[in-house]
């Protein structure tokens, strides 16, 4: 699923793993949800919402809104 289908609504995040991109420098995000009673998934290259996510880990699964801000995407 795409990062932009699920802006600015409320998804309860379950996990997420980290990897590196072949593509390009730096890493990439899959982050595991569920939205409207159906488990997905989307990946992004956020370090904004990769620092957040390792910053709560430990309070996962906890409800969260993606917000895009300017040219970043975030966690509400």
């Given at each position: ?68 801000i ?7």
């Amino acid at each position: 699923m795409s990062i932009d289908a699920v802006l600015n609504k409320e998804i309860l995040i379950l996990g997420f793993k980290t990897g590196q991109s072949k593509f390009k420098e730096g890493g990439y995000i899959t982050v595991q949800f569920e939205l409207d009673g159906a488990r997905r998934v989307f990946f992004t290259g956020s370090q904004v919402i990769a620092d957040l996510l390792q910053k709560y880990e430990g309070k996962l699964p906890f409800w969260a809104t993606i917000q895009k801000i300017n040219r970043y995407y975030t966690l509400t």
